[in-house]
C-alpha cells in the first residue's frame, strides 16, 4: 500500500505540471497577439508561480529553462532604477488574461530585464514608496523627499552605481506620447530636467546624450528635455543628489504596455552605450 507521504509528494507534483501546462498554454495563445518578450515571461513567472514544494522544489530554471540563473549575477550593480510615483499605470490592453497592474513600477522591472540582457547589471527599488510615505506622515508633494530616502539607502549599499533613472508617465493624449515606426507603435520619451540644483548642467549633459541616440534610432520616438522651473513645480527632482539622476517619462496613461516595452529595448541598448562609453565620453 503507498504510503501517505508519496502520496502528498505525487499530488503537488501533479498539482505543479497542470499550473505549468495552463500557463504556458495562455502564454502561447496571448504572446502571439501581445507579442511577450522573455523579460515579461520571467517576471510572471517568478511573480505568479509558486515554483516551491518541501519535498523536491521545481526553480525558475526549470518551469522556463531559458531564464538566466540568478545565483550567477554578479552582485555589483551599474543602474539604479526606482519610481517616485509608482501607482502611474498605463492603459489595459483588451485582453488581459494576467490580471496584472500595468504601472511605471512593472516598466522598470522590464527596463532592467533588456539592460541584462545588455549585460548592464540594474537594481530596480522594490521597497513600498506608498507605504513608507504613509508611515512617515507624507504628503504626495513629498513623493521626492520618500524616494531621495531610497536613493541615499542604495548608494550606501551600492556606491559603484553610474547611473539613476527615475521612471515615470506622462498624463498627455495617446497622440502626443506614440509614435508609428515601421509598423509598430513606441510611446514616445520625455526628458524632465530641473533647473534649481547646481547639478543641472551635468544632468543635462547626460539627458542630452541618451536623448540625441534615441533621436538617432527614431527623430520622433523623443519628446525632447523639458527644462522645470519656478513656482508650482518641484524644479529639482533628485538631480541635485547626484548629477548622474535623470527623470524619464516613457509614454502615457493612454499607452500600453507593447509599446511602452518596444520603446523600453531601445532604451536599454542606449543606457548600455552610456555604461560602456563612460562618463569622460559623454
Known sequence: MERPKFKRKRFQLLKKFIILIIFFTIIYFVGSKIKLSNGYIKFLTDTYIDTSTKDNPLTVEEAYPVIKNDKDKPKKYQVYIYNTHPKENYSYQKLNSY????????AANILSFYLEDEGINALVENSDLTSYMNENNMNYYQSYLASRHFLEQRVSTYPELELFIDLHRD????????????????????????????NYIENNKLMSFINDKLKDFDSS?????????????NGVYNQDFNDKVILIEVGGHY????????????????IKEYIKLGEHEV
Open 171 to 198: 498624463a498627455a493624449p495617446y497622440e502626443a506620447t506614440t509614435v508609428n515606426i515601421d509598423g509598430k507603435r513606441y510611446a514616445r520619451v520625455l526628458f524632465v530636467l530641473g533647473l534649481e540644483n547646481p
Open 221 to 233: 520616438i523623443s519628446r525632447g528635455i523639458m527644462e522645470k522651473q519656478g513656482d508650482g513645480v
Open 255 to 270: 499607452n500600453y504596455i507593447d509599446e511602452v516595452d518596444n520603446t523600453l529595448k531601445v532604451l536599454a541598448k542606449i
Open 99 to 106: 490580471n496584472l497592474d500595468y504601472s511605471v513600477v512593472y
